[in-house]
């Protein structure tokens, strides 16, 4: 289906007036931007608190949207002040270098629902998590494996997250987005994002997803409890505590997981600084305690040199670094 303009009220989660997606109004103060009289964008801000890995230096302009709205002013925002931007939500798989971000980060707080018949919408700021648990008390199932998946709805359909059973992608409708170059939300089809194993066509370009409907199944509210506390004690029993960002790596689809990939390479334990290759699960690369980011990219630098010498395998980071990566994939 071809992208088309967003009719109200589409996923029940309501558009506003024309009128609202004019050009923003810009304030300079002394450490801070305002936009619009309400919208504030602060200036260099620590990263270290907006991200799991809890490393990385300042943004230049850190703000929040908590609507459709305020989103697109502050893409505006961004594009008068001529600076890069970056959606954020819970910072889940996003390493941040330690000289920080040159740009705008955009607080993701759209946080709204909607229930109704096996449909649930949820706009693009709403925890992946809290999401399955409001659909469980719907009697709405086929996602149990989502719910210990950290990040937002936004960060799961920018990768197309999932298990082995489930991806998101899978189970979606239709969603909502700003398109790059315009300046109008559109409706568009599952099929618009070309979704692939962690992949999206907005992981491409810089579209923004505002929100995404997906269509459940009903089922007792008990039996998708216990499904979402089985995934739930299953991932806790293999993978490891710590500041990460879970699997550092893609899985390569034509051998095994990446994970065995760098333990049979001898890469387990390795450190540099406070990095650390997790004893428990060779693909977690864990901040120890006091790691820089460039700590962390300096061994998973050494690992993917390690495992190509080793298996003749080029391992894709799943994780995503910010704002340059060494890895060509990226």
Known sequence: MAPRLCPEPQSQISLTPDRAWSQPTVTSLSHYFVINMEIKVKRNVSLKEFCTYKTGGPAKYLAEAGSFQEMFHLREFAKIQDIPYMILGNGSNVLFADEGYPGLIILNKMTKMHVQGELITAESGV???????????????????????????????????????????????????????????????????????????????????????????????????????????????????????????????????????????????????????????????????????????????????????KFNVELEPEVRIVPNSPFKAQ
């Open 127 to 309: 925890n992946l998590s809290k999401m399955v648990l409001v659909a469980a008390q719907n009697n709405l199932g086929g996602i149990s494996g989502l719910a210990n998946i950290p990040g937002t709805v936004g960060g799961a359909v920018y990768g197309n997250a999932g298990v082995p059973d489930i991806h998101i992608g899978d189970v979606m409708t239709h969603a909502i987005i700003l398109p790059e170059n315009g300046d109008k939300p559109i409706l568009v089809s599952p099929e618009y994002f070309e979704f692939g194993y962690r992949e999206s066509k907005i992981k491409k370009n810089k579209d923004i997803l505002l929100s995404a409907t997906f269509k459940l199944t009903y089922e007792p509210t008990v039996k998708i409890r216990a499904e979402i506390n089985q995934y739930m004690k299953e991932r806790a029993a293999k993978q490891p505590y710590g500041n990460s960002c879970g699997s550092f790596f893609k899985n390569p689809g034509q051998f095994p997981t990446a994970g065995w990939l760098i333990e049979q390479a001898g890469c387990k334990g390795m450190k540099v600084g406070d990095a650390i290759v997790s004893p428990k699960h060779a693909n977690f690369i864990i901040n120890n305690g006091n790691a820089k980011s460039s700590d962390i990219i300096s061994l998973t630098v050494k690992i993917y040199q390690i495992v190509k010498k």
